[in-house]
């Protein structure tokens, strides 16, 4: 008899089958071509799983789910794995020095909100309509085409087509930080030429624009005390994560597993 491809996994005496180690590989990321790679993730998240379950049986815990968000309420085994992790990982405290180093390190992370003047002209067409936002973009591509011979008709084109209420005035949308409008369109602000109309249409959930930025000013470097907020919680995530990943090697150190080399990185 020919030797399965991928043979069931023991876990402590436990028996985690092909098929749903199959069934899971289904939501694990691996690269085109790789299938193999997706399985063995799969099977160290099942492995993972079962050995947390039992530590939490070997500690008397009782699930108390909770509402992850309305109508979504976690599973017992859920609850169970979330209080284990609550009870048994500890991470080690974040120190003011490591924190100044981060700073230190990468202070140009941590700025004030860059502020843009801008103007737009916009061609609305909703998401998954593509006779709509083919129609979109084909206007759109004709009114930047004839922007670049006369730049300053800008206001005239906004206020003769544009679908936003800003063409009352002229497409201006007045001063801006990042977090005002969509990120496809913030992330073009970030790259615009100041004082000149973007040279290519900027395609967004709401439809098609030409956008024109009037000035860019970025945002001065926070100093150390106004970022560190985020320098302490982006440092107190990583030591969580340093102290869950030991506490699950541990298990996995421990356990008694056939089937899978789980040493191997999936």
């Given at each position: 008899m020919s030797k399965p491809l991928h043979p069931d996994i023991v876990v402590n005496g436990t028996t985690l089958v092909a098929a749903d180690i199959a069934a899971e590989a289904q939501n694990q990321h691996a690269p085109k071509g790789k299938?193999?790679?997706?399985?063995?993730?799969?099977?160290?998240?099942?492995?993972?799983?079962?050995?947390?379950?039992e530590e939490a049986a070997s500690q008397s815990l009782t699930p108390e789910p909770r509402e992850l968000a309305p109508g979504q309420i976690e599973t017992d085994e859920e609850a169970l794995i979330r209080a284990l992790m609550e009870q048994a990982v500890t991470p080690e405290p974040v120190?003011?020095?490591?924190?100044?180093?981060?700073?230190?390190?990468?202070?140009?992370?941590?700025?004030?909100?860059?502020?843009?003047?801008?103007?737009?002209?916009?061609?609305?067409?909703?998401?998954?309509?593509?006779?709509?936002?083919?129609?979109?973009?084909?206007?759109?591509?004709?009114?930047?085409q004839a922007l670049r011979k006369t730049p300053d008709k800008f206001h005239s084109f906004a206020s003769?087509?544009?679908?936003?209420?800003?063409?009352?005035?002229?497409g201006e949308l007045g001063q801006l930080t990042g977090s005002d409008v969509v990120p496809?369109?913030?992330?073009?602000?970030?790259?615009?030429?100041?004082?000149e109309v973007h040279d290519q249409v900027v395609e967004t959930r709401?439809?098609?624009?030409?956008?024109?930025?009037?000035?860019?000013?970025?945002?001065?470097?926070?100093?150390?005390?106004?970022?560190?907020?985020?320098?302490?919680?982006?440092?107190?995530?990583?030591?969580?994560?340093?102290?869950?990943?030991?506490?699950?090697?541990?298990?996995?150190?421990?356990?008694?597993?056939?089937?899978?080399?789980?040493?191997i990185a999936a």
């Amino acid at each position: 008899m020919s030797k399965p491809l991928h043979p069931d996994i023991v876990v402590n005496g436990t028996t985690l089958v092909a098929a749903d180690i199959a069934a899971e590989a289904q939501n694990q990321h691996a690269p085109k071509g790789k299938p193999g790679l997706a399985w063995r993730k799969a099977a160290r998240a099942l492995a993972v799983r079962q050995l947390m379950l039992e530590e939490a049986a070997s500690q008397s815990l009782t699930p108390e789910p909770r509402e992850l968000a309305p109508g979504q309420i976690e599973t017992d085994e859920e609850a169970l794995i979330r209080a284990l992790m609550e009870q048994a990982v500890t991470p080690e405290p974040v120190t003011e020095e490591a924190l100044r180093t981060a700073y230190d390190r990468n202070s140009d992370a941590y700025r004030a909100p860059s502020l843009f003047q801008a103007a737009h002209i916009l061609y609305a067409a909703r998401p998954g309509d593509k006779s709509a936002r083919d129609a979109a973009r084909a206007r759109a591509e004709a009114t930047l085409q004839a922007l670049r011979k006369t730049p300053d008709k800008f206001h005239s084109f906004a206020s003769r087509e544009s679908e936003c209420a800003s063409r009352e005035m002229g497409g201006e949308l007045g001063q801006l930080t990042g977090s005002d409008v969509v990120p496809e369109f913030a992330a073009v602000l970030q790259v615009a030429v100041p004082g000149e109309v973007h040279d290519q249409v900027v395609e967004t959930r709401f439809g098609m624009h030409v956008l024109r930025l009037d000035a860019r000013a970025t945002g001065d470097i926070l100093p150390f005390q106004a970022a560190r907020p985020r320098l302490e919680e982006a440092a107190e995530k990583v030591a969580w994560t340093r102290a869950a990943q030991s506490f699950v090697a541990g298990l996995l150190e421990r356990a008694d597993i056939t089937g899978m080399d789980m040493h191997i990185a999936a």
